[in-house]
């Protein structure tokens, strides 16, 4: 399965994928009017450790934790995809507690959220790795350590 | 084919049939449900009286999900195991069973109390019919009386303040949440809850309830309208302890979920079962171990091998917008190091020994709790991790680059 993989090295700090993320997920097509003057919510966000930058999204994992801990059955793996039913989460936020990477937080409503890969939204493929301007961000089928 | 049986039906009866069926897609599964409900998510009862979530929304799992898992849902209670016949009798009936799970959760403690029989409008808050009840019960301006102070009684405040009148909660321990916040973290959590409108009679006890009264030891006295009994739970282990299984607190589990019995696994609130964070076997009543507990059951009924050896505990629970997660295990002062951060309405407290970090509570902005839990779960040596990034907060950042590019760079 594709997934979203950074590469430090050629990160530049920019976070445009946040504002990337956060427009392709608002529903709007103005990106102005998505998010000029507005908190935005991400589901992608820029760590940084000393002078090296990267961007930590959700993994998708094989055997993930949030999906067995969510107290309202609201996360399910779908083809391969970790989803969260919006309509079904009560915000508790037990998948913040329990993901490994800190990839999952809550959102605008209050509701967990974290990345989807774009599958379902305007922007059809990942929007941090589309908008990333250092190709530090990729979207790639990569094999599992043995 | 095998022919599998589970006592019970919440998630770790779910997590049972889920386990079973990732190795055996065929063999009969039957479900004994003392509840009339398809699986639903307990803890979301206080959400429900909120109005955060509807009964609909409350089923853990899809509408088609025993159909599609070819299992076969009986509404009755679980009355006896024959471990000879390898039966389990319920109603008046049996069924036969080749592997046996015991997923038959918990119930709730009520202590004797004098009077109790005098008070018209008293329940427990555990089921979602539980819920349904008390609503029923429920008037603007009611007076309510919570006993416990504990993650029931406080979800369950939190659920009705804003539909009755008010809301008193007492408890015998000196603090909030006792089970899960050390002192300094409750005083922050019940000043919130206090800000709110709810009032506590802590370190105190109801003595005697005259109808609409309650006495307490204190020499104090609380009207109230509704009496809610939220002292503590208790794990469903006769059933097993009849059949002899070994039982303590709860039903005795090894790391494969299996009770002292052949062919009998046991999953979920009616277990004691490894506690990694304590090195020795406790109740872990809580949802995510009841799932993986059902799931780890479930693969080794089906004759795989699957164990859980890192169990420990873990909870979020927010209240009127103000989120607290914390895990693992907190020391006496002196014994380590207590790493403490106040911020606007918050506070943050890292309990950090023989460079592990043993256990923490976070109150307010919660982002990247999880990477807390982690390195509790894995007992992460803290030579290899930047304490300052790690104490600042809970990133990526913390970790040497070449293990965080490990953790970023493949399939997980």
Known sequence: MKRVYV??????????????????????????????????????????????????????????????????GAISIVDGVVKIDKTKCVGCLTCVLVCPYGAVRPGPTGAAQKCELCLENSCGEPACVKGCPNNAIVYEERQEEK | MSKFVIIGNGVAAAGCIEGIRSIDKESEITVISAEKHPVYSRPLISYYLEGKTTLEKMNYRSEDFYEKNKAELVYASAEKIDLKKGEVAFGSKKTKFDKLCIA?????????????????????????????????????????????????????????????????????????????LDNECAAVMQKHLESKGMKFLLS????????????????????????????????????????????????????????????????????????????????????????????????????????????????????FGLHCTSAGSYFAQGEGEVYEEKSCGGIKRLYIKDNKLTGYIIIGDVTGAGIYTRIIREKTDLSGVNIDKLKNNATLAMFLPETRRKMLGGVV
């Open chain 2, 204 to 319: 105190d006890s109801v003595a005697k309830l005259e109808t609409d009264k309650a006495v307490m030891k204190s020499g104090k006295t609380v009207e109230f309208d509704v009496l809610v009994l939220a002292v503590g739970v208790r794990a469903n282990t006769q059933l097993a302890k009849d059949a002899g299984a070994e039982v303590n607190r709860g039903i005795i589990i090894d790391t494969k979920m299996q009770t002292t019995l052949e062919n009998v696994y046991a999953a979920g609130d009616c277990t004691e079962g490894y506690d990694s964070s304590i090195d020795a076997n406790r109740v872990l009543a809580i949802l995510p171990n009841a799932y993986m507990q059902g799931f780890c059951a479930g693969v080794n009924m089906a004759g795989g091998d699957s164990s859980i050896t890192n169990a420990i505990p873990m909870n979020s629970i927010g209240f």
């Open chain 2, 104 to 180: 038959a959760g918990s119930s709730p403690f009520v202590p004797p109390m004098d009077g109790l029989d005098s008070v018209k409008e008293k329940f427990t808050f555990m089921t979602m019919d539980d819920s349904l009840a008390l609503e029923k019960a429920l008037k603007k301006d009611s007076r309510v009386l919570i006993v416990g102070a504990g993650l029931i009684g406080l979800k369950c405040a939190e659920g009705i303040l804003e539909r009755v009148g008010s809301v008193t909660v007492v408890d015998l321990a000196d603090r909030v949440l006792s089970s899960i």
């Open chain 1, 7 to 72: 590469n430090e090295k050629w990160c530049l700090g920019c976070h445009l994928c946040e504002y990337n993320c956060a427009f392709a997920n608002s529903g709007m097509t103005d990106m102005v009017k998505a998010l000029k003057d507005k908190p935005i919510y991400p589901r992608v966000h820029i760590e940084q450790s000393d002078d090296i930058t990267y961007a930590v999204s959700c993994r998708h994992c094989k055997d993930p934790l949030c999906v067995k801990s969510c107290i309202a």
